[in-house]
Structures are given as C-alpha cells and as structure tokens.
C-alpha cells in the first residue's frame, strides 16, 4: 500500500514517501496526500522544520508510478488534471513557511528530484544518485514541475539532467548545487536531523522570514518602501526581545514564535 507517512518528534515533523515494491515511486493518491499534510504542516506553530524521506535506505523516490500513467494520464485533461496535482504538491512544499530538509538515500529520481529540488536543504548519502531521464521514456518534464529545479540548479544543469538524461552520483549533483551536503551513507540520517535540530535552536519566524524575502529578492524587482518597513517586523516579537536578552545574559534563547 503507498502512502505518505507522517510523524513529528517534538518540533520536527517528518513525511515518509513509502511505496513498497516500487521503490518510493509516486502515484497521484501519494501526490494529493503529500500536498495535504503540507498544508497542514505549514499552519501549525508547534513545528519548527520539515523533514522528507524515503522509506528504507534504497530510494527516496525512483520517480513517479509509471504504471499509473497508462491509466490516469492517457489524454489532455487527465494529463493537466495529474500533472496540476503534483504541482500543487511541489508548490506546498516550497512555500511551507518552516525549514525543509530532504534526507535522500539511494535513487533521488525524477519525482523525488523534484521534491527534494524545492526542500531548503538536500542532504545526501554517497552513494545517492539522481536524474531524470524521461527523455528515454518520451515524455517531457511539465512545467510547473520544472520550475523549482530550473531556480535551483540554473538552465545549464538541467539541460543536462533533461537532454542527455544521465544519472548523477552524489558528488556530481553536490558540485551541480543539486545537493547541500554529502556524508557517509551510514551518517545521512543523522546529518538530516542534526541540521534540523539547528534550524530548530534558532527563531522561527525569524526562519519564515528569511525564506520569504529570499524568494522575494529573487525576483530581481527593487524593494518597495512598504516592503523595507515590513522586513523590520521583527522589531515588535518577544522573539527579538528575547534573543537580545539571552545574547546579553549569555544563556540560551527561549523562543516561541511571537
């Protein structure tokens, strides 16, 4: 059975992709579902970042469930229709106000690059491999699923992963800046979470914050006055106050997202 898992450790909520058999591949039901509990992530306070997985250490996703698109993809309006679906899921992820982190282990393809293209953090094992070459299957990559990996790794790149549809070991995709950070296969996990768990140690909207103007400020149009005002939000946060005041009194900050 495929589903999206979903579990939270204090202020780290985790989504698993898990299709057994297939290697992670994603089908539309995975796809809805993972746009779903995104959209619930995003408007819980309680969590801090976002971790996303594979089951098991083979694969984070081998793609999407290509015996599905025999059935749910075999004219326009089921194509739009499929394909608008899992754009929705990209964009919920990449607008989720909190850090995300993919953990990827094994074959990062197709789909799965592009989940792991619009996470904050891509943190890989060695022996991770990613791609996407459906030029082998004659289908081309929808746009809106492209976007997020064209912001990321630039038109050179993925000329390369599109046209010539060859697979990228993990110190290819890291010198590509397809991936954050490389480690041992055995130490991924643990990178993964320690790198939420230093997302997690500073304050969160101060987090949103960044990302939001991050994203703005890449959009290549000058600030207006009202935007310089607004990115002083943090001025009126007892966030701030505190921060302040445990940098001042040389313990740690206590934050609380207000």
């Known amino acids: 059975m495929s589903t999206i898992d979903f579990s939270c450790t204090g202020e780290v909520a985790t989504l698993t992709l898990n299709n057994p058999g297939k290697l992670n591949a994603i089908n539309l039901g995975m796809w809805n579902r993972l746009a779903e509990k995104m959209g619930e992530i995003s408007l819980n306070p309680d969590i801090r970042c976002v971790v996303l997985r594979g089951a098991g250490n083979e694969a984070f996703a081998a793609g999407g469930d290509l015996e599905e ?3 749910a ?3 326009l309006d089921q194509a739009l229709h499929y394909h608008g679906q899992v754009a929705q ?8 106000p909190h850090p995300t982190v993919a953990l990827i282990q094994g074959a990062c393809i197709g789909g799965g690059l592009e989940i792991a293209g619009v ?4 943190i890989c094992g060695e022996s991770a491999r990613f791609g996407a070459p459906i030029n082998r299957l004659g ?6 699923e492209m976007e997020g990996l064209l912001r990321l790794a630039g038109p050179a790149v993925m000329k390369e992963i599109l046209l010539e549809g060859r697979i990228l070991t993990s110190a290819e995709a890291y ?6 950070r490389v480690t041992a296969d055995a130490e991924t996990e643990g990178e993964a979470y320690a790198t939420a768990k230093r997302i997690c140690a500073g304050a969160p909207l101060v987090a949103g ?5 991050i994203r703005r400020l890449l959009d290549g149009k000058p600030l207006s006055n009202e935007e310089k005002a607004a990115s002083f939000a943090f001025l009126d946060t007892e966030d701030y106050r505190e921060g302040l005041a ?3 009194e040389k313990r740690k900050p206590a934050f609380k997202a207000r």
């Open 69 to 71: 698109f025999v059935t």
């Open 139 to 144: 289908f081309s990559m929808y746009p809106g």
């Open 119 to 122: 996470c904050d953090f891509r």
């Open 73 to 75: 993809r075999t004219t």
């Open 209 to 213: 914050w960044h990302k939001q103007w």
């Open 175 to 180: 010198a590509k800046g397809l991936v954050t």
């Open 89 to 96: 899921a990209l964009q919920a992820i990449d607008n989720c």
């Open 246 to 248: 445990a940098f001042l």
